[in-house]
């Protein structure tokens, strides 16, 4: 769980990325997948609005089905994902079995749902991406929550007004 010096710059960078889907109408999540070098591959905003209401289209799940395509295997397991909140359930296995080797996430899922409620758009799974990762045969290394308080800045009143 090693931090790595450019982690506090990419991660910000992914709640830059979660303002623009909030502005865009989308829920605010962003995520982005650097190289082992720290530099960014691609951004990917939520899709969940631009997707017709898919609830499956997270920032997390797009950025791995894209690196899948785009990357071989030693490729993805030098890669690091980077995300404003914590990985759900379906992330995680998503990421876990496309073979990205690292995750750093900024709000943990525990704290989101405590914001989001039962909000209907978000019924938020409460399952750490660590016991996800740790139930699989490869090792996923996991740094976070992260700037909690600032990813946590990106939601408040989000899910009220929602």
Known sequence: MAQR???????????EVA???????????????ADKNGDVLREQLNGYKSGG???????????AQWAQTNLNAEELASCTLYTSAEPCAMCSGTIYWVGI??????????????LTGAHVENPTLDLPCRTV????????EVVGPLLADEAAQLHVDFWKNT
């Open 5 to 15: 010096p450019y982690d506090e710059r990419l991660l910000r960078q992914t709640f």
């Open 19 to 33: 303002r623009q889907a909030r502005d865009a109408g989308e829920h605010p999540f962003g995520s982005l997948l």
């Open 53 to 63: 209401g898919d609830r499956t289209a997270h920032a997390e799940r797009l950025l």
């Open 101 to 114: 080797g690292r995750v750093v996430f900024g709000l943990a899922e525990h704290d989101m749902k405590a």
């Open 133 to 140: 990762f740790e139930a699989g045969q490869r090792p996923t």
